[in-house]
């Protein structure tokens, strides 16, 4: 008690001893209105006044330098910002205009080919079947591609499959709703050829080589062959028919001393990267009649086309 008694009497006595709010801001009021009068009566005040802001002239002539190269490096750094920031935006808006410019170009491929397609199939005939090629190869050393046409929509063994260009092979093998079809390059393939300028007949073997080049072998060496020469389907064994393009012939070779040529032909048909095929729907073989193998091992390497 004695204690609380003590601080309240030296909170009295520091409140007496100091003026009061009230008389601070009277003292100020009264203080500037006398420094007012004795400017406005004294011409040394306004002269001492003069001097002061001549004085401060370089002072505010630092700081208004200093405050504006703060705020132009304050405004560079923004507008850098900015503009990274508007040409990361723009990246972006390139890179997306992009994969719609690739995607656009693939589709314009693709539209191509279908017409191309269509237009052979008016050619051959309305009944063929469209097909396209699934991606995966479970034997890459294999020329084989898997097609999304099978037998419940009419695709069956032995049967040709071509696109735009020309012949592409045919199918080994056919399940319900797949199928597998053998690239003419595969090195158990055969058909049975002609060359379109002189209707000399031969027989184009696949070479299984990654290039896809065809192999005509025992072209007699007095044959008229040369460089350029467009090769057709012969129509012979019925399978293929007869005028489909198959290539055109890249090299003629003559050992010395051997009785033939060899002729490589570069395929007509895109088999590096097939998509869109046709499956031309000629009657299919007989029950077990399926195309003999050129090597043994194939069941459908093509005999005769």
Not at 83 to 105: A, F, G, I, Y
Not at 272 to 295: D, H, I, K, Y
Request: charged share 20%; net charge neutral; with cysteine.
């Amino acid at each position: 008690m004695n204690r609380w008694t003590a601080t309240l009497r030296a909170d009295r006595f520091r409140r007496r001893k100091g003026p009061s709010r009230a008389c601070e801001c009277l003292l100020i009021c009264l203080l500037s209105f006398g420094l007012l009068v004795v400017e406005a009566n004294f011409p040394a005040v306004q002269k001492v006044r003069g001097i002061g802001e001549l004085m401060l002239v370089p002072v505010q002539a630092t700081v208004r330098l200093v405050s504006g190269g703060f705020r132009g490096v304050q405004g560079y750094f923004r507008e850098q910002s900015s503009l990274m920031r508007e040409n990361q935006e723009l990246r972006t808006r390139l890179l997306l205009q992009d994969v719609d410019l690739q995607q656009m170009s693939a589709l314009k491929s693709e539209n191509e080919e279908l017409r191309s397609l269509h237009a052979l199939n008016a050619q051959l005939g309305s009944n063929n079947l469209t097909a396209e090629t699934l991606p995966g190869n479970p034997d890459p050393s294999r020329h084989r591609v898997t097609l999304n046409k099978g037998s419940r929509q009419g695709a069956f063994i032995g049967q040709p499959v071509v696109d735009s260009g020309g012949v592409v092979g045919q199918v080994t093998r056919d399940y319900l709703v797949t199928s597998e079809a053998l690239l003419i390059s595969d090195a158990n393939h055969a058909l049975n050829v002609m060359f379109e300028r002189t209707g000399l007949q031969a027989i184009a073997l696949g070479t299984g080589r990654r290039d896809h080049r065809l192999l005509l072998p025992f072209v007699p060496a007095h044959a008229d062959v040369i460089q350029g020469d467009t090769v057709v389907s012969s129509g012979t064994g019925g399978l293929f028919p007869a005028g489909l393009r198959v290539g055109v012939v890249e090299d003629v070779r003559n050992s010395s001393g051997e009785a033939f040529l060899e002729a490589f032909v570069s395929p007509s048909a895109n088999l590096e990267n097939p998509r869109q095929v046709l499956l031309l729907r000629s009657e299919p073989p007989p029950p077990g009649a399926e195309p003999g193998p050129v090597n043994g091992d194939s069941p459908a390497a093509a005999a005769g086309s």
